[in-house]
């Protein structure tokens, strides 16, 4: 039972367009959600979060959307650079019983061609 | 500040040998968790500290892994005896007592078991 999904295993943009993932969840008690970055042999890394009772946060090129209705959340990044490139995290934040778990999607490959 | 600390980086052991893997997290957090990620997958919460207590183990196959967080501060996950589908990176992550649960990741150590 997957709660987080990404369905897109990959992305290729070009330097200085704009990139766009997607990440789809299941559970409606989920308040937050957060976004991860990991590069080859490094540990994933928190890139920028939002709560549940928001739409909208934004972290210089980063701004992640969260639509409620829809149970979609998505990362913008603007502009995209080269170093950019890694795979990305959607994790979710899952209150139960003092545990606060993060559910974590299978990761989107994202490539920045220069 | 120092950043999660994990050894060792690499280990190759035969199924049905044992092994053990050491963290020690970021200075103050009183949060420490151990994630199991298998390649393609998003990282898998097994076990979960708070202090030296266990607040969630509810996916850690009990029958051969046991975790220990002695002190409240550093933390040894073992597995006895191991499989072949027990390769996979192990994270370890810390946070602090805080709404959102950013979880800061250390680099992991990647098992291989043959």
């Known amino acids: 039972d997957q709660q987080v999904k990404q369905n897109s295993p990959s992305l290729s943009v070009q330097e200085g367009r704009i990139s766009i993932l997607n990440c789809d969840y299941t559970?409606?008690?989920?308040?937050?959600f957060l976004w991860y970055k990991k590069y080859p042999a490094e540990g994933p890394t928190f890139l920028i979060s939002?709560?549940?009772?928001?739409d909208k946060n934004e972290d210089g090129r980063f701004t992640v959307f969260l639509n409620k209705s829809a149970k979609h959340l998505s990362l913008h990044i603007v502009p995209s650079q080269p170093g950019d490139s890694a795979v990305y995290f959607c994790a979710a934040r899952s209150p139960q019983g003092g545990s606060e778990k993060l559910v974590f999607g299978k990761g989107t490959k994202l490539t920045v061609n220069p | 500040e120092a950043g999660v600390a994990q050894s060792p980086r690499y280990k190759i052991i035969e199924k049905r040998q044992s092994v053990a893997f050491w963290c020690n997290p970021i200075?103050?957090?009183?949060?420490l968790y151990w994630y199991q990620q298998i390649l393609g997958q998003g990282p898998k919460l097994l076990i979960q500290f708070q202090n030296n207590g266990v607040v969630d183990d509810s996916q850690l196959p009990k029958d051969r892994f046991s975790a220990e967080r002695l002190k409240g501060v550093d933390s040894t996950l073992k597995i006895q005896p191991a499989k072949l589908e027990d390769s996979a990176v192990y994270l370890c992550?810390?946070?602090?007592?805080?709404?959102?649960?950013?979880?800061?990741f250390g680099a992991g150590t990647r098992l291989s078991v043959l």
């Open positions: 939002i709560s549940s009772i928001k």
């Open positions: 200075s103050g957090h009183a949060t």
């Open positions: 992550a810390s946070s602090r007592l805080n709404r959102e649960n950013i979880q800061y």
């Open positions: 559970n409606s008690m989920f308040d937050y």
